[in-house]
């Protein structure tokens, strides 16, 4: 689980990052056209980050059933996704995402897993000795015997021609 958060600060980093460089990158341009004037002073830019929570929460709701625990019904991820979640992916420092997102699983993983529409895997792991069954006889791929005595390699061919053309 530390990896996965470490993960999820990296990624949270990176686009914090970015949101500082842009604003570096716009600040000189927003000074000139403040200082022009006129219908140029009306033009600016911003640096939002843009978080579309609902299209998250409909994802996870896909995953889990939702007939029972704190995410009863269609919706319920999303309405406690903007309590928990929104303001810090928003407009958060990585640090504060990162926080958020640990008291999110904090409070709701256990009731996630327990509503998972899948097989826990304390249900799948029956306790008992294990048992392998072969259906046949291992098949060795080279002869495990140990070599005879005797040269180690093959004597040349030309001596066996000789021997063979003798009566």
């Given at each position: 689980?530390?990896?996965?958060?470490?993960?999820?600060?990296?990624?949270?980093?990176?686009?914090?990052?970015?949101?500082?460089?842009?604003?570096?990158?716009?600040?000189?341009?927003?000074?000139?056209?403040?200082?022009?004037?006129?219908?140029?002073?009306?033009?600016?830019?911003?640096?939002?980050?843009?978080?579309?929570?609902?299209?998250?929460?409909?994802?996870?709701?896909?995953?889990?059933?939702?007939?029972?625990?704190?995410?009863?019904?269609?919706?319920?991820?999303?309405?406690?996704?903007?309590?928990m979640l929104a303001e810090a992916w928003e407009t958060g420092a990585s640090k504060t995402i990162a926080e958020a997102m640990n008291a999110f699983r904090t409070k709701h993983s256990s009731a996630l897993l327990e509503n998972?529409?899948?097989?826990?895997?304390?249900?799948?792991?029956?306790?008992?000795?294990?048992?392998?069954?072969?259906?046949?006889?291992?098949?060795?791929?080279?002869?495990?015997?140990?070599?005879?005595?005797?040269?180690?390699?093959?004597?040349?061919?030309?001596?066996?021609?000789?021997?063979?053309?003798?009566?």
């Amino acid at each position: 689980m530390k990896d996965r958060e470490q993960g999820y600060m990296r990624v949270f980093d990176a686009i914090v990052g970015e949101e500082t460089v842009l604003r570096e990158l716009y600040a000189p341009l927003m000074a000139r056209l403040a200082l022009a004037g006129g219908t140029l002073a009306k033009l600016s830019f911003n640096v939002t980050r843009v978080v579309d929570v609902d299209a998250w929460a409909a994802k996870g709701e896909e995953l889990f059933d939702k007939r029972g625990g704190p995410f009863k019904g269609v919706g319920s991820l999303t309405r406690e996704a903007h309590d928990m979640l929104a303001e810090a992916w928003e407009t958060g420092a990585s640090k504060t995402i990162a926080e958020a997102m640990n008291a999110f699983r904090t409070k709701h993983s256990s009731a996630l897993l327990e509503n998972a529409p899948y097989p826990h895997i304390d249900d799948l792991v029956q306790p008992g000795p294990e048992q392998i069954v072969r259906s046949h006889r291992p098949v060795l791929l080279r002869p495990h015997r140990p070599r005879p005595p005797g040269p180690q390699r093959p004597p040349d061919r030309s001596q066996r021609r000789e021997h063979a053309a003798k009566p």
